[in-house]
Nanobody, 125 residues
Framework: QLQLVESGGGTVQTGGSLRLSCAASGHAVGSYTMGWFRQGPVKDREFVAAMRWSGSGVIYADSVKGRFTISRDTGINTVYLQMNNLQPSDTAVYYC??????????????????WGQGTQVTVSS
């Protein structure tokens, strides 16, 4: 498993932007697939984006496609989620997660075995 620490959450107005960071540490970081999930009030944990650590296999939830971008910096073992044109419906706690497969890309939270502590994103109208 990896240790994951998110940062970068906050409060923005509708249409604003935020960039979340997820610092990963542990053995063989490059052999994982990384994902971002979110959980709003009284909602289940929802898939947002995922990618292989190699940078390939990028997928997004339909609700964020065209607005959010997942990326990574292999030099500092950090994954990012750039969020643009934020809407009140994006308000949630955002979690970084790691899935112990170099190849499989998945949207299913239960398949990820490492999670960060979460960072709050609030979008005001």
């Amino acid at each position: 498993q990896l240790q994951l620490v998110e940062s970068g959450g906050g409060t923005v107005q509708t249409g604003g932007s935020l960039r979340l960071s997820c610092a990963a540490s542990g053995h063989a970081v490059g052999s994982y697939t990384m994902g971002w999930f979110r959980q709003g009030p009284v909602k289940d944990r929802e898939f947002v984006a995922a990618m292989r650590w190699s940078g390939s296999g990028v997928i997004y939830a339909d609700s964020v496609k065209g607005r959010f971008t997942i990326s990574r910096d292999t030099g500092i073992n950090t994954v990012y989620l750039q969020m643009n044109n934020l809407q009140p419906s994006d308000t949630a706690v955002y979690y970084c997660a790691a899935h112990g497969s170099r190849t499989r890309i998945t949207r299913i939270p239960g398949e990820y075995n490492s999670w960060g502590q979460g960072t709050q994103v609030t979008v005001s109208s």
